[in-house]
C-alpha cells in the first residue's frame, strides 16, 4: 500500500498538471472506442502497453481473460455474469472495437493446462479452488481445443467464423503459452455467442481483435487471420489480418 500511496503522491505532483484539462473534459462524458479485455496479471499495464489515455478503453480484466460462452447459462439467460455485464455496456456505450488479450507465463493457463493430467486427488482438492472452478466451468473449451490443435477452431452452428492456428516452430513457445494463444482465439468466439454482439460484428459496425503480450520480450502480439498466427505488432505488420 504504501508503494501505491507513494505513486498517488507522484501523480499528482508530475502527471495531475498536464492532465487536468483532459481530465475535465472527461468529467461527464466518456466515449471510449474499445472494450479491452484481459488478464488480471499484474504484469499486464494494457494502458502503457497501448499508450492509452483516459477515456480512451472500458477495460475488463479476470483470471485468464475468459469470457464465459451464453450457452453455458442453459436456461438461466438472466445470470448476472460480469462478463456479460461489461459486454452488453460496452456494446451500448458504442465501443468500434473489442479484443481479447492474453500473454505468456499465464498462472490461469498453467491452471488449467494442468488440469487434464490431474489425479482425483488432486481433482478433489482443486474443487475448493475458485480459480479452478472458473476455469473448469468458463475454460475447459480451450483445453479441448488446445488438445485438438491442427484441427480448425470453430464454433457452434451460430459461429460462422472458424478460427485456426498455428505456431512457429522457431518461436518455441512452451504447452502453456501455445495453451494461452488457444484460449484468446476460443474467448473471440465466446464473444461471438451472445446475439447483441454478434449483430454489431455481422453488421461491420463492431471489429473483433485477438491480442497476445509477450512480457519477457515487451512485445505485443496481433492474431492474423489470413496467416493463422499472432504476428509481432510493428509499422508493416499494423492492423493487417
Ligand atoms: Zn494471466
Redesign the pocket.
Known sequence: MEKLLQGVLKFKSLVRPSLLSQLEKLAHKAQPRMLLI????SR?CPTSFTQADPGDMFIMRN???VVPHNQLFGENQQSPLSERAALELAISTGVKDIAVC??S?????DCLYHMHDTTDKEKQDSETSWVSSWLRRYAQSSLTKFEKLGVPIDGSSEEKDNLEIMFDKERDLSDVDKL?QVNVLQQMQNIRSYGFVRNKLDEGSVQLYGLWFNIGEGEMLLYSKTRKRFVVINKETGLSS
Open positions: 484481459t488478464c488480471m496479471d499486464l483470471a485468464g481473460n492474453g500473454h507465463d499465464c498462472k490461469a493457463m494461452s
